[in-house]
């Protein structure tokens, strides 16, 4: 079969060509013009929109990583669409399909998309900061960076540790950083013979020395229960979270010293600390500041 063209045919080819490199080189041109420069403004808009918000002082430092990426994504977004405009392609069909294609793909990623929205509710609701440390679900570390994905926190013993936001946000959560203070109880056994009054205040001395001890709300020293041959007293200290390791490390020594000190009959069979429970006086101490709530 003869495949040879006429040159009545290859002339009518050429017109096509031209006409169509007429047509559409233009329109090419001006949409790589566009992706181009786009892009150099969408840079240049990150840049600005990340010193603008680094100026800004009442703003928490975790949204602004992610306000200047959804600025540069959305700037890309419109880049892209203005680009294909240019070549003729019907944007609302290809937006049709886009989102045909996201609801397919969401569908299939729905682990990863409540991910998202768990992210989006934590960075709403702020439950914790950067820099608090964090219990949740049988894992605790101090926050380091909060994502739209995952949650990266540092364990105490310097691990890293990375956290799905949808596991975070569906477990119980203890924040040990986010209130102003933090309580100590410790629990006293001493000799049933032993002077209470003397003990009290021996507790209360020991308190007002212990580094990290807060002042106001006073330490407090009530009798916890009285039998077997001893006395149990509670000694509630407020200190502030970051001070509470070093309550708890300094505080038990040294009551056990200075109750020994006073002689036989005062020497602790038991010096512990506890967790008051939910009923426990000594979590509402009187005059304690609202900001302990």
Known sequence: MDMTLTPQQLSHVADLAWAWSALFLPRLAAALVILIGGFFVVDWLGRLTRRVLARVAHMDV???PILVALVRYAMIILV???ALSQLGIQTTSLLA???AAGLAIGLALQGTLSNIAAGIMLLWLRPFRLGDFIEVGGHSGAVEEIGLF???LRTYDGLYLVLPNSQIWNAALTNFTRNAG???SINVAVPAAADLARVRQTLLGVAGQTPSALKEPAPAVFVD????GAQVLTLAVWTTPQGAGTVERAIIEAIKSA???LGEAFVPSAIARVTPPDTDPSRYLAGRNPVYY
């Open 62 to 64: 975790t949204l602004k």
């Open 97 to 99: 399909v886009v989102g």
């Open 80 to 82: 892209v669409i203005a």
């Open 182 to 184: 933090r309580l100590v």
């Open 150 to 152: 995952v949650c990266q």
């Open 225 to 228: 229960n009285i039998g077997g």
């Open 259 to 261: 109750l020994e000190a």
